[in-house]
């Protein structure tokens, strides 16, 4: 079984440029979670997307936007970037079952650095 | 009031004693709750999930939730300086599977 997997890991842009960053799913899993983690905070989500759709959506600017994958992976995009974007960029992927469990894996992040 | 909040610490703790971490959350919606471990620069690593009222053991880890008084605690038996990390309690709504989050207990095993 290949876990989640998030690339690049590290990048480092200057303020007003674009990024891209990339998750695989974990094999079997069809949901992919976004979330922004600042030092010493928790994770905070951005957005959910399962099946191909955003299915839910957090806090963030329209400046944030995200794609899914007939294969599950995904991408998240940010715009014209700001010195607070620098933070842990996390990936989680997971199976939602009924019930309103879901267990989410975390691939290993990307840091991001805005200059 | 945070929706999720946890005692930022640091916690120390000798190692072989039992660490406890607490949790509280203030939607009473709330229907799924999970402890995470982080180590410092890496990814947040699932240790427990609970859903129903009670106890739930995993090896040296017991999660404990008690909806009524919304609350969710973690116990670590027989500490271990390798458990020397943050640990970070998640709460799920059900709606669209988004995970509220706490912003962790940074956890100290003394050898």
Redesign the interface.
């Known amino acids: 079984e290949t876990g989640v997997t998030q690339s690049p890991t590290h990048l480092i842009k200057t303020r007003g440029q674009q990024v891209t960053l990339r998750c695989s799913s974990q094999s079997g899993h069809n949901t992919v979670s976004w979330y922004q983690q600042a030092l010493g905070q928790g994770p905070q989500f951005i957005f959910q997307y399962y099946r191909e759709e955003e299915n839910g959506r957090g806090n963030f600017p329209p400046r944030f936007s995200g794609l899914q994958f007939p294969n599950y992976s995904s991408e998240l995009n940010v715009n014209a970037l700001e010195l607070d974007d620098s933070a842990l960029y996390l990936c989680a992927s997971s199976s939602p079952q009924g019930g309103g469990s879901n267990e989410q894996f975390f691939g290993p992040g990307t840091r991001l650095t805005v200059l | 009031q945070k929706e ?1 909040e946890q005692n930022s610490g640091p916690l120390s703790v000798p190692e072989g004693a039992i660490a406890s971490l607490n949790c509280t959350y203030s939607d009473r919606v709330s ?2 709750f ?1 402890w995470y471990r982080q180590y410092s620069g ?5 240790i427990m ?1 609970i ?1 129903s009222n009670g106890d739930k053991e995993d090896g040296r880890f017991t999660a404990q939730l008690n909806k009524a008084s919304q609350y969710v605690s973690l116990l670590i038996r027989d500490s271990q300086p390798s458990d020397s990390a943050t640990y ?1 309690c ?1 709460v ?13 207990t940074k956890l100290i095993i003394k050898p």
């Open positions: 999720v229907q799924s999970f890496k990814s947040p690593e699932l999930s859903y970070l998640a799920n709504r059900g709606s669209n599977y988004q995970l509220i989050w706490g912003a962790g």
